[in-house]
């Protein structure tokens, strides 16, 4: 899923200079689950903008906003609303406001700040294990990626700082060598000769934790 964080308050109302009319839409798929734009967080953004004058036409959180047929159906649906705004804060993910664009007129402002695909590793603890390179290397580092997991960026093999497993960069995380080296031991040598380098510059490893 698509791992969100909210901007602060004091951006969006930059957004708004000169609006006075306002639409906020949720989605009810990942930023439900990271807590950044479910329905909890629709109300208290509507709650924030209400006591600083501002008229909030309606509410609502979409399924899935990155589905635009979703999109599409709310708009059809709630039409002379939405003419009457003079913006919409979408509270999803940088696609989910881009689907809005190709059916209203009205100005979009996005909520969220996008931050990695994330994996959940258990509720509330949120990993970023694929930075959606296109040129997928898995097949020769045992399902371990090496383009995000590794801090440093080492695609070719371990860079010698590893201790116990760990990571000498990100001292909590696995060394991502050790866990390709440890899940292949015997055919390691021959199985990485076929490594393919990728053509993207690692990433650090992002997290986001709301429950410990
Ligand atoms: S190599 Fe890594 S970053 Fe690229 S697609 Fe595969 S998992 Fe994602
Ligand atoms: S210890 Fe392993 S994961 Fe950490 S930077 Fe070095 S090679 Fe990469």
Known sequence: ????????????????????N?????????????????????????????????????????????????????????????????????????????????????KLHPALDTVFLANEKRLGSFQQFCSLCGDCQLESTDGVCVITRCPKGFINGPCGGSKNGKCEA????????????????????KKHKSYLPPKKKSPHPQKIEWRK
């Open 170 to 189: 990100l001292v909590e995380n696995d060394c991502v060598w050790n866990l390709i080296f440890k899940s292949n031991e015997k055919n390691f040598s």
């Open 1 to 20: 899923m698509i791992a969100t964080k909210q901007k602060e308050l004091k951006v969006l109302l930059k957004y708004l200079s000169g609006e006075k």
């Open 22 to 106: 306002i639409i906020i839409v949720g989605c009810g798929l990942c930023a439900t689950t990271f807590q950044t734009g479910g329905e909890k967080q629709v109300q208290e953004l509507k709650d924030k903008l209400g006591k600083k004058g501002y008229i909030i036409l309606m509410t609502a959180v979409i399924d899935a906003v990155c589905d635009q047929r979703q999109v599409r159906l709310f708009i059809n649906k709630n039409k002379k609303k939405i003419e009457q705004a003079d913006s919409l804060i979408v509270m999803a993910c940088g696609a989910g406001v881009q689907s809005f664009g190709e059916f209203v007129k009205i």
